[in-house]
Nanobody, 118 residues
């Protein structure tokens, strides 16, 4: 199983980015069975949860600090999960990782850098 994040980059404060997490390599257990999580880690800080989505996409969850600006979605026909980020702030600067989990199975991507700066 492989997860590949993309869509990161440099954006000005107040701008938007859409991150993608493309998954491949699923065999016995399909991608739609996996919940997917976006995490981020800023330099010198612990990794934190940004958003999560259920396998079918019917359930999403955000920490209170992320609500209102970030939206997670998925397209199981494309084995892809998205993170739409709006009204970005300098403190959103971090490496963003996606992770897919099904019971004890857990897979992580390599991360994509998001830098919010003028």
């Amino acid at each position: 199983v492989q997860l590949v994040e993309s869509g990161g980059g440099l954006v000005q404060p107040g701008g938007s980015l859409r991150l993608s997490c493309a998954a491949s390599g699923f065999t016995a257990i399909t991608f739609s069975s996996y919940a997917v999580f976006w995490h981020r880690q800023a330099p010198g800080k612990e990794r934190e949860l940004v958003a999560s989505i259920s396998g079918t996409g019917g359930g999403t969850n955000y920490p209170d600090s992320m609500k209102g600006r970030f939206t997670i979605s998925r397209d199981n026909s494309k084995n892809t999960v998205y993170l739409q980020m709006n009204s970005l702030k300098p403190e959103d600067t971090a490496v963003y990782y996606c992770a897919a989990r099904y019971f004890t199975r857990s897979y992580w991507g390599q991360g994509t850098q998001v830098t919010v700066s003028s």
